[in-house]
C-alpha cells in the first residue's frame, strides 16, 4: 500500500515537471486569467476579471488597490478560502482548481500562513502564545506538545517575543498578537504567507514593527510573502508593489536600492503599467484626464515603443 504524497512532495514534482516558457512556471505564485464571479439574487459581480499575477519565489510584495477592487478576493483564493469561477491558478506548485477538499484543508495547513487583520481571528483567547503556535504544528505532526518546543521557541525567538511565551492574547499588545499571529501562520514553514491588512488597527509605530516582523520572516525563515494593505508605509517598503483595479492587475512599483560613488545608499523606484495575457493595459487615470481621453484612442507603432494618442478624427 504506497503512502499518501506530502505537499512538500507534490510541489517538488510540480516544479519539476514545470515547462519552461509556460506561464509562471517554477514561480511561488502564477495566477493565469483568474475570474472571479458571485452571484446574489440574479445579480452577477465580477470580482475578478481576468487577472494575472506571477510572484517569484522568495518575494516580497504588497497589493493594493481601492475597496472592492479585488485584491482581497485574489487573497482569499490563494488562500485557499475560495475557489476562482475560470482561470488558473497555482501556489507553490499546487493547482488550485483541481484540489479535493480533503486536499485543500492540507493546502491551507501546510502550504500556506494566513494573517488576519483582526488579532482576535488570528489567535485562540484561552490558549498562550507558545501554546497557539504549538497548535497548528500538533494538528499536522501529532500531539506530543514537547516535540514541538524547539520550532515554537525558534520563531517567537526570531520575532522578538520569546519572553512573552507564557501570555494568553489578553495579556498582549495588539502589535505583540500580531508577531504571534505571524509565528502561528509560520509554524508548518509555509512556503507562502499572505496577510490581509496586518497594520489595519495599529498605529503607525507598532504598524512599522509588524511590517519589520514580516521582512524577518521573508529573509530569515525564506517565506514568500504578499501583504494586501491600504498602508502607504508598508506599501513603500517593499520592493514590488502590485495595484489592483477592476479586478485586474493595473500597475507595479518596482525598487532597487543604489549606492552612489560615495557609497551612500538611496532608493530608486518606477511605477509600470501591467500588460496582461491578452495584450490589454490599465493606462492611469491622471494621465488619461490630463489628456481628456476617453472611448478611444489612437494606437501607433514606432520603432522602439508604441505610441498612444487622442483620438482626433472628428475634430
Known amino acids: 500500500m504506497t503512502s499518501t504524497p506530502t505537499f512538500d512532495e507534490i510541489r517538488d514534482r510540480a516544479l519539476a515537471a514545470a515547462v519552461p516558457g509556460r506561464y509562471g512556471a517554477g514561480a511561488a505564485i502564477a495566477c493565469d486569467r483568474l475570474v472571479r464571479i458571485f452571484r446574489a439574487d440574479r445579480i452577477e459581480v465580477q470580482a475578478l476579471q481576468g487577472l494575472d499575477l506571477v510572484v517569484d519565489q522568495g518575494d516580497l510584495v504588497a497589493l493594493v488597490g481601492a475597496s472592492g477592487s479585488g485584491k482581497s478576493t485574489l487573497l482569499n483564493i490563494l488562500a485557499g478560502l475560495d475557489l476562482p469561477s475560470a482561470g488558473g491558478a497555482t501556489v507553490a506548485g499546487c493547482d488550485l482548481l483541481a484540489m479535493?477538499?480533503?486536499?485543500?484543508?492540507?493546502?491551507?495547513r501546510e502550504v500556506?500562513?494566513?494573517?488576519?487583520q483582526q488579532t482576535a481571528r488570528n489567535l485562540l483567547p484561552f490558549l498562550t502564545a507558545a501554546q497557539n503556535v504549538a497548535l497548528p504544528l500538533q494538528l499536522a505532526h501529532g500531539r506530543r506538545a514537547r516535540r514541538h518546543l524547539p520550532r515554537v521557541r525558534e520563531?517567537?525567538?526570531?520575532?522578538?517575543?520569546?519572553d512573552l511565551a507564557d501570555r494568553v492574547p489578553a495579556e498582549l499588545s495588539g502589535g505583540q498578537q500580531q508577531r504571534v499571529a505571524i509565528a502561528v501562520a509560520m509554524a508548518n514553514q509555509p512556503a507562502v504567507l499572505l496577510a490581509d491588512e496586518p497594520t489595519?488597527?495599529?498605529?503607525?509605530?507598532t504598524g512599522a514593527g509588524i511590517f519589520e516582523a514580516f521582512r524577518t520572516v521573508n529573509r530569515e525563515l525564506g517565506a514568500t510573502v504578499v501583504?494586501?494593505?491600504?498602508?502607504p508605509m508598508v506599501a513603500g517598503e517593499v520592493r514590488r508593489t502590485v495595484a489592483v483595479r477592476d479586478g485586474r492587475t493595473s500597475s507595479e512599483v518596482l525598487r532597487r536600492t543604489v549606492v552612489d560613488e560615495h557609497g551612500a545608499e538611496s532608493v530608486s523606484e518606477r511605477e509600470y503599467v501591467m500588460l496582461d495575457r491578452t495584450g490589454r493595459v490599465q493606462l492611469p487615470a491622471k494621465f488619461l484626464q490630463a489628456l481628456g481621453m476617453e472611448h478611444r484612442v489612437a494606437v501607433d507603432l514606432a520603432p522602439d515603443h508604441i505610441e498612444v494618442r487622442k483620438d482626433d478624427h472628428d475634430e
Open 100 to 108: 479535493t477538499a480533503k486536499e485543500r484543508l492540507r493546502y491551507r
Open 112 to 116: 500556506v500562513g494566513f494573517v488576519w
Open 155 to 162: 520563531l517567537l525567538d526570531a520575532l522578538g517575543i520569546g
Open 200 to 205: 489595519g488597527e495599529l498605529d503607525s509605530e
Open 227 to 231: 501583504i494586501v494593505t491600504h498602508d
